[in-house]
């Protein structure tokens, strides 16, 4: 290849990257620069930079934050307290999971499982979805315990939903750990719960930092299921599902909407930043050893 023919590949490698990035940003461009204006003039212009404001922003997130129908502080510790939970049993569940059927893999109960897991993502939400809510109202009056309008029904939920690319990629990377360091340490007399705690999770870090970020971001940017089985009248309620609070029959609060927008991915959009590393790096590792 000469050096012209070299020189065009490296331009239109710019530009087709250029253009996929304005496509993906475009819509963030258009929450930060209409979360800076009036709820007219986003209605005059919602593209243009005309009424943007840093100071009608400042005073749009602080009517959010203040709104009492919105209630962000209560959102915002449900949106926690929810991904966290489901995070730490994702990681530590499909961790398991992974390592069983890792070192199980001729067995074809092991395969069976697996092979369930991958099949269980090519499944769309929407297919599912009405008979998960009537199977969790069920089970919750069998059991005694409302798995609707709760922390622990939704985080189950999300147990579910997240399982099976949490336990695909964890376990890909799992194949690559040598077996010997379990033999090593079952002569030592350890027990198979000390073998994975001690020696297989720790080894883990990489790939479960890459997992728990993609989950993270899509269980905290989530607002089907939340809305589904929190409803929007229930008492627990994430950012997503209380932004709905700036909605009415008749009037919707433009301005307010995509500064309480703004707050809710804004953490998100920090945490990817830090991270963004991490999770390449797991990525990688994990379809190497894979």
Same mark, same amino acid.
């Given at each position: 290849?000469?050096?012209?023919?070299?020189? /065009? /590949?490296?331009?239109?490698?710019?530009?087709?990257?250029?253009?996929? %990035?304005?496509?993906?940003?475009?819509?963030?461009?258009?929450?930060?620069?209409?979360?800076?204006?009036?709820?007219? =003039?986003?209605?005059?212009?919602?593209?243009?930079?005309?009424?943007?404001?840093?100071?009608?922003?400042? /005073?749009?997130?602080? =009517?959010?934050?203040?709104?009492?129908?919105?209630?962000?502080?209560?959102?915002?510790?449900?949106?926690?307290?929810?991904?966290?939970?489901?995070?730490?049993?994702?990681?530590?569940?499909?961790?398991?999971?992974?390592?069983?059927?890792?070192? @199980? @893999?001729?067995?074809?109960?092991?395969?069976?499982? !697996?092979?369930?897991?991958? %099949?269980?993502?090519?499944?769309?939400?929407?297919?599912?979805?009405? +008979?998960?809510?009537?199977?969790?109202?069920?089970?919750?009056?069998?059991?005694?315990?409302?798995?609707?309008?709760?922390? +622990?029904?939704?985080?189950? %939920? !999300?147990?579910?939903?997240?399982?099976?690319?949490?336990?695909?990629?964890?376990?890909?990377?799992?194949?690559?750990?040598? !077996? =010997?360091?379990?033999?090593?340490?079952?002569?030592?007399?350890?027990?198979?719960?000390?073998?994975?705690?001690?020696?297989?999770?720790?080894?883990?870090?990489?790939?479960?930092?890459?997992?728990?970020?993609? @989950?993270?971001?899509?269980?905290?940017? =989530?607002?089907?299921? +939340?809305?589904?089985?929190?409803?929007?009248?229930?008492?627990?309620?994430?950012?997503?599902?209380?932004?709905?609070?700036?909605?009415?029959?008749?009037?919707?609060?433009?301005?307010?909407?995509?500064?309480?927008?703004?707050? %809710?991915?804004?953490?998100?959009?920090?945490?990817?930043?830090?991270?963004?590393?991490?999770?390449?790096?797991?990525?990688?590792?994990?379809?190497?050893?894979?």
């Amino acid at each position: 290849m000469g050096k012209k023919e070299k020189t /065009s /590949s490296v331009v239109w490698r710019f530009v087709i990257a250029t253009i996929i %990035a304005i496509y993906v940003l475009f819509p963030f461009y258009l929450v930060v620069i209409n979360s800076c204006k009036t709820t007219n =003039d986003i209605t005059a212009n919602p593209i243009g930079l005309n009424g943007v404001s840093f100071t009608q922003l400042i /005073s749009n997130l602080v =009517d959010v934050i203040n709104n009492t129908h919105f209630l962000f502080w209560d959102a915002f510790a449900s949106s926690l307290i929810i991904t966290v939970l489901s995070l730490v049993f994702l990681a530590v569940f499909g961790g398991m999971a992974g390592w069983v059927i890792c070192r @199980n @893999n001729k067995k074809k109960w092991a395969m069976v499982i !697996y092979f369930t897991f991958i %099949a269980s993502m090519i499944i769309p939400f929407q297919v599912v979805m009405l +008979p998960l809510i009537a199977t969790f109202r069920d089970v919750g009056k069998f059991i005694g315990i409302s798995m609707l309008q709760s922390v +622990p029904g939704i985080v189950f %939920a !999300y147990c579910g939903f997240g399982g099976a690319m949490t336990v695909f990629i964890l376990t890909g990377f799992i194949k690559g750990i040598p !077996y =010997d360091l379990e033999e090593a340490a079952s002569i030592d007399g350890c027990s198979p719960e000390q073998i994975y705690f001690k020696i297989i999770f720790p080894l883990l870090k990489p790939v479960i930092t890459t997992v728990t970020i993609l @989950n993270g971001m899509w269980i905290w940017n =989530d607002y089907l299921l +939340p809305s589904m089985m929190l409803g929007q009248n229930g008492r627990v309620k994430t950012l997503p599902v209380a932004v709905q609070a700036f909605v009415g029959s008749y009037v919707k609060e433009w301005n307010m909407i995509l500064a309480a927008a703004l707050l %809710a991915i804004v953490p998100m959009i920090i945490i990817f930043l830090i991270a963004q590393k991490q999770i390449m790096n797991g990525m990688i590792e994990g379809a190497v050893k894979g």
